[in-house]
């Protein structure tokens, strides 16, 4: 059972536009979001978060909408560049004392230059 | 750096062996956390250490597998047996506080089983 989806495995965008990634959840008890990014080789992370209390945080060029009724969240790059490019990963998690995460698959971002 | 470092980086060991990881967190991160990274799937939660308490473990933690914090500082994943199935990427990750914050991940650990 997939609790976080990220269906869209890759996605292209020129430098300089806007890059949206999408992550929907299913369990109503998320109430913190995270995105984070990996380059190969490497670890993921850590980009951007979001309460459930809250619909919008910025930060830079990045910015994640949530949008709890559609239990849909969204990251924005603007304007996106070719270092972007890489794997992009949505997390949820749920009230607990752990803040264990459930992560969806991930959507790889080209940035083309 | 005083990232989140782990090691091997790469690990190929032939099915039946014992194998260890080892995870040294940022030095004030009191939690740590290890994750399984299969391709083409993001990371799955397999344990949680608070300072030297492990305190949550995943079903996907079968007796095989064995985490150790002595002292709340580093931390060794073993998995005994070892079964083409655990062939993956195995993270680390730490962070501080009270709060859902973002973890630091490290590298990884990729295991090959053969």
């Known amino acids: 059972d997939q609790q976080v989806k990220q269906n869209s495995p890759s996605l292209s965008v020129q430098e300089g536009r806007i890059s949206i990634l999408n992550c929907d959840y299913t369990?109503?008890?998320?109430?913190?979001f995270l995105w984070y990014k990996k380059y190969p080789a490497e670890g993921p992370t850590f980009l951007i978060s979001?309460?459930?209390?809250?619909d919008k945080n910025e930060d830079g060029r990045f910015t994640v909408f949530l949008n709890k009724s559609a239990k849909h969240l969204s990251l924005h790059i603007v304007p996106s560049q070719p270092g972007d490019s890489a794997v992009y990963f949505c997390a949820a998690s749920a009230p607990s004392g752990t803040y264990k995460y459930i992560f969806g698959t991930g959507t790889r971002l080209k940035v083309l230059a | 750096d005083t990232g989140v470092s782990q090691d091997p980086r790469h690990k190929i060991t032939k099915r039946g062996q014992n194998v260890t990881f080892r995870c040294d967190p940022i030095s004030e991160h009191n939690r740590l956390y290890w994750y399984r990274q299969t391709l083409g799937q993001g990371p799955e939660f397999l344990t949680y250490?608070?300072?030297?308490?492990?305190?949550?473990k995943s079903r996907l933690l079968s007796d095989r597998f064995s985490a150790e914090r002595p002292k709340g500082s580093f931390s060794t994943l073993e998995i005994q047996r070892t079964e083409q199935g655990d062939s993956a990427m195995y993270l680390c990750?730490?962070?501080?506080?009270?709060?859902?914050?973002?973890?630091?991940f490290g590298s990884g650990t990729r295991l090959t089983v053969v």
């Open positions: 979001i309460s459930s209390i809250k």
């Open positions: 990750a730490s962070s501080v506080g009270q709060g859902p914050y973002g973890y630091t």
């Open positions: 369990n109503s008890m998320f109430d913190y």
């Open positions: 250490f608070q300072n030297e308490a492990q305190l949550e």
